[in-house]
């Protein structure tokens, strides 16, 4: 039997939240008493203009340190430990060069010290089409490629909680309407928040659409388009809403 890459039904949270987020860094207030809820299986996007602390608050979701004042509650609905149930997907990809691709694949457990799973990172990377490329280096795969090892090894964590930091936004056009397609897919169990500046790619993928503005930075929920992601990039549903949401993006306080 194939390992699957689906998370048991103990492990899925019926959602998570943010509570009471506030990042500064000397007098500047970036955000304060910034809150978000994350429901369970769902994709929700966050966009806003570049510096209003989108990536650094999934930096602090993470658990990685961007300032001395900084603070923030995550938590599940069911207030369990939140140890390692994080997955992050950035801007760059990541693979190690000197590491084979299904070696990168299990990159996490080889870094905490865990057992290698080489059947499950081979079972991942067939179901992102590239079974064929596990013994290749990664200077030697494409951009969308390296993409695909990457969701791979995100998968490979088995993390209820993925976040995504414009991890696509390298990628030509036609690429990127795959692996969308390609994400949901493989993404459908888990929690996933991405940050973009993309608005017809939040259009596509949203479950939820969040935008961040003003300063010190709100969060804003702006009704996503119809149907289930991913959605056609063509169809008149994303472009009734893509004005709309131009609109939450360019809007200033009175």
Same mark, same amino acid.
């Given at each position: 039997m194939r390992p699957s890459d689906s998370l048991s039904d103990s492990l899925v949270p019926d959602g998570f939240r943010v509570l009471d987020?506030? !990042?500064?860094?000397? =007098?500047? %207030? @970036?955000? $304060? $008493? %910034? /809150?978000?809820?994350? #429901? &369970?299986?769902?994709?929700?996007?966050? !966009?806003?203009? /570049?510096?209003?602390?989108?990536?650094?608050? @999934?930096? *602090? *979701? &993470?658990? !990685?340190? %961007?300032?001395? $004042?900084?603070? @923030?509650? @995550? *938590?599940? =609905?069911?207030h369990r430990p939140f140890d390692k149930r994080i997955a992050w997907m950035g801007q760059q990809d990541l693979l190690l060069p000197w590491r084979r691709v299904i070696d990168n694949v299990q990159l996490g457990a080889v870094m905490r010290g865990e057992r290698h799973d080489t059947d499950r990172a081979m079972a991942l990377l067939e179901r992102v089409g590239l079974g064929q490329a596990a013994r290749r280096y990664p200077q030697t795969l494409s951009g969308g490629e390296r993409a695909r090892v990457a969701l791979a090894r995100t998968l490979f964590e088995q993390a209820p909680l993925v976040l995504m930091d414009e991890p696509f936004a390298a990628l030509d056009a036609m690429t990127r309407l795959d692996i969308h397609a390609q994400a949901c897919e493989l993404l459908s169990d888990r929690i996933v928040l991405m940050v973009t500046h993309d608005p017809l790619e939040a259009l596509r993928l949203s479950d939820q659409l969040l935008v961040m503005r003003d300063s010190p930075a709100r969060i804003e929920r702006v009704l996503p388009p119809e149907g289930a #992601? #991913?959605? $056609? #990039? &063509?169809? &008149?549903?994303? /472009?009734?809403?893509h004005g709309q949401l131009l609109k939450a993006l360019t809007e200033q306080d009175a």
């Open positions: 987020a506030r !990042l500064a860094f000397g =007098t500047r %207030v @970036l955000f $304060d $008493d %910034v /809150s978000l809820s994350l #429901p &369970a299986s769902s994709w929700s996007c966050l !966009l806003g203009k /570049s510096g209003c602390g989108k990536s650094s608050l @999934l930096r *602090m *979701m &993470a658990g !990685l340190d %961007v300032s001395s $004042d900084a603070r @923030l509650t @995550l *938590m599940d =609905t069911s #992601p #991913p959605r $056609d #990039p &063509a169809g &008149a549903s994303i /472009s009734h809403h």
